[in-house]
């Protein structure tokens, strides 16, 4: 029989640190802080109401919230080195509230009100963790009592309580997996236990495995939940933090989790979250609804990722221990080390401190390259020193989740919203979604009629083309067929993302209705002052924007975080917040027919570099057409071909992203189909070539004076196909091989 003794010992050191040596000084400031939480929450509570500002009838969330102060006040009460640690008094106020709760609020015989979440995840994550922490200060009755309510709402990891019929998957599976563990330790239940492991294994529904249709890790790195959603940094996280926790709860117990499908998620950490993390910012462009919660910002979604694998290389086999370990210590080192550990509880202080101060983990860098997510409509495009991300919809993926009074103004955050990411860490995050004018969000273009706020709708718009294809793992071009919601204009736009640059191309765009129709360049929060040249502008702090034609507006805007998010649990303040913007736009008139635009970002160029940018033109735009979009610069050919067409005399008879490149006596080809409507496309290059150094298996190559590529594209999920090809015959002094 195992020593249940000895996994609530584990279980304490994952809460609370464990057996802490209280003088250390790294320790100082994550003890005050939970003592001074802790002893806050402790001054404002009633007998009754428990907390006044939580009313509990008719309102689960807030009991979901008032069981989360009790465990931070539990919290503080095991953890050594606060001012509330081993207090009898405090022990019996938790107990006290925790009987009003069970009571009156949360038991086996109350039906479920309002939304599920809080009844068979959120109330039962905070309840569970208690109960651990409490240990024997709760007797057999009331232990009995609380967990019988557990069993009640999360009797498993697979199960809908009430709706059998649903089968749990992706975050909420595995939280329930975490919730199921911890209550088999509180209740040393070896059946619970067993349950929580094999439930992240199951083959109907499990995390462990990847999945090609709803919710879940897909194989290109995408992560998606509630059927449609690009959800990465929120319900993923949600998944890789309670993953994280059971692994490490049940790590050496006779529960120990050793399914090798486990791998999808250990893999996941730097195929899909690590892509999105830049210097330790969560970028919302996968955080749907989650970026309109006043208290969970990029930083601080980032701050649970770095604690999440942490928490993953303790527990973990190498080589995925000593990775995990340099992935957080380079995300912690980038994002300024104090201001992870500002935030940091005591466990998380640990295991940061630990890692930071071993000089055998090298801090990994930043991801390079280009990357593209064709299950979830995202790319990102990554360099030294700044990273760029473009949010695309179509039929198959989400423009926008508003629920819950959650994202009430995210009308167009999916109609290719582009977040560039340089040097200025709190642009996203430091009051942006709040005061940024939504109707002109960065890279959409979009019309200028008066919207609703949202009300619990996901939508899809009717295009089918959302994608991308990648060159060499360094090129990449994107593209969207624009439909907006209802009247709103269509278009045809593609990014062509390079090595110092950004090439922007719209076409195509027409409007109806009697409304103006804009594309947005940038809108940026910022103090600085712009400096305009001639179709030219440079932002110091972000860099330089080349866009003949564009207006520029610097204005102050004023809003509240409750404008955005009234949800149950998340709604921000009324309080007025503030934020001076500068906005590069196109304006395109009222009904446009066949309007188009064209710009370039050069993120961290200098005023000079941007101004000879615009001088020299390194980058010609070849097409911008609703048939073709191209650029040309050096040896490299990007194009977006709507239809069957040519580009600087490059041919393709079916519809593709294309991306051609010529270096060292080779041509570097990528093909993609972001609609996924094509079976066979022929690409018929313009220079010769002899023979054939490397092909995917759905690429054949005819070489000669006018080569030809053809690409079976049918069923590849707008996946990219590559080719390597030499222009010297096989053999030759000069093939080089």
């Not at 995990?324 to 300024?336: D, S, Y």
């Not at 002109?440 to 009300?455: C, F, I, K, N, Q």
């Not at 064209?598 to 010609?620: C, I, K, Q």
Request: with cysteine.
């Amino acid at each position: 029989m195992h020593d249940f003794d000895t996994l609530r010992t584990t279980a304490l050191d994952l809460l609370t640190g464990g057996d802490i040596d209280v003088s250390d000084p790294v320790l100082a400031a994550p003890l005050a802080r939970l003592s001074e939480t802790a002893g806050r929450r402790l001054a404002a509570m009633t007998p009754e109401l428990i907390w006044p500002d939580l009313p509990l009838d008719g309102s689960p969330g807030n009991v979901t919230g008032s069981y989360g102060r009790l465990r931070r006040i539990a919290t503080a009460w095991a953890t050594p080195g606060t001012a509330q640690h081993g207090d009898d008094a405090v022990a019996a106020r938790v107990v006290a509230a925790l009987d009003l709760l069970y009571e009156r609020h949360y038991n086996e015989r109350l039906p479920e009100t309002g939304n599920w979440w809080f009844w068979q995840i959120g109330t039962p994550m905070e309840l569970s963790r208690t109960c651990v922490l409490l240990g024997d200060r709760l007797d057999a009755g009331r232990l009995e009592a609380y967990l019988g309510a557990i069993d009640r709402f999360c009797p498993d990891a697979g199960r809908r309580a009430g709706n059998p019929a649903i089968c749990e998957a992706g975050a909420n599976r595995a939280d329930k997996a975490f919730i199921v563990a911890l209550r088999g330790v509180a209740g040393r239940s070896a059946a619970k236990l067993a349950a929580a492991r094999d439930g992240l294994s199951d083959v109907r529904g499990g995390v462990f495995h990847y999945v090609e249709s709803g919710d879940g890790f897909y194989r290109d790195g995408s992560f998606i939940q509630h059927g449609n959603v690009a959800y990465t940094g929120s319900y993923g996280l949600s998944l890789l933090i309670a993953v994280a926790g059971t692994l490490a709860l049940l790590d050496g117990s006779p529960w120990e989790v050793t399914d090798p499908g486990r791998q999808v998620v250990l893999d996941a950490v730097e195929r899909s979250f690590a892509l999105f993390v830049h210097d330790g910012l969560l970028m919302d462009t996968v955080r749907g609804r989650a970026a309109t919660r006043q208290r969970f910002s990029d930083r601080v979604a980032g701050h649970a990722a770095i604690g999440a694998v942490l928490l993953l290389a303790r527990c973990v086999p190498e080589p995925y221990r000593r990775r995990f370990a340099g992935l957080a210590k380079g995300w912690i080192e980038r994002g300024g080390s104090r201001s992870y550990l500002e935030q940091a509880d005591v466990p998380e202080t640990r295991r940061a401190v630990a890692v930071l101060g071993d000089n055998t983990i090298e801090a990994a860098p930043g991801p390079m390259g280009h990357f593209v997510f064709p299950s979830m409509d995202r790319v990102v495009h990554r360099r030294p020193g700044w990273s760029f991300a473009i949010s695309l919809s179509s039929r198959r993926i989400a423009a926008y989740e508003a629920i819950n009074e959650e994202n009430l103004h995210g009308w167009y955050t999916g109609d290719g919203m582009t977040y560039l990411y340089t040097g200025d860490g709190g642009q996203f995050g430091e009051d942006f979604w709040p005061t940024v004018n939504p109707y002109r969000l960065p890279g959409t273009t979009v019309d200028t009629r008066a919207r609703e706020d949202l009300s619990f709708r996901a939508y899809c718009p009717d295009n089918v083309w959302a994608g991308g294809a990648v060159l060499d793992g360094r090129y990449g071009a994107a593209a969207m067929e624009l439909a907006c919601d209802g009247e709103g204009p269509r278009a045809r736009k593609s990014w062509f993302c390079l090595d110092t640059a950004v090439v922007a191309l719209g076409s195509g765009i027409t409007g109806a209705g009697g409304h103006c129709v804009e594309t947005v360049v940038e809108n940026r929060a910022t103090d600085a002052e712009p400096y305009l040249g001639d179709g030219w502008a440079h932002l110091p702090g972000v860099g330089g924007y080349v866009m003949d034609g564009a207006r520029t507006l610097m204005e102050t805007r004023t809003a509240t975080w409750r404008d955005i998010n009234k949800g149950e649990d998340t709604h921000g303040t009324a309080r007025p917040v503030t934020r001076r913007y500068v906005t590069f736009w196109f304006d395109h008139g009222v009904d446009p027919l066949d309007a188009s635009y064209a710009y370039v970002l050069l993120p961290n160029a200098s005023r000079e570099r941007t101004r000879a940018f615009r001088g020299s033109r390194p980058v010609r735009v070849v097409a911008n057409t609703p048939l073709v979009q191209a650029v040309r610069t050096r040896g490299l050919l990007a194009a977006t071909f709507w239809a069957a067409g040519e580009a600087d005399g490059v041919r393709v008879d079916a519809p593709c992203v294309l991306l051609v490149r010529r270096a060292s006596g080779r041509i570097f080809l990528a093909v993609a189909d972001p609609s996924r409507m094509a079976d066979v496309v022929t690409v018929t290059l313009d220079r010769p070539a002899r023979g054939v150094v490397r092909a995917d298996d759905t690429v054949s190559v005819r070489a000669g004076a006018h080569p030809t590529v053809t690409v079976a594209l049918g069923g590849s999920l707008g996946r990219t196909h590559t080719a390597e090809l030499s222009v010297y015959a096989p053999g030759s002094p000069r093939d080089g091989r």
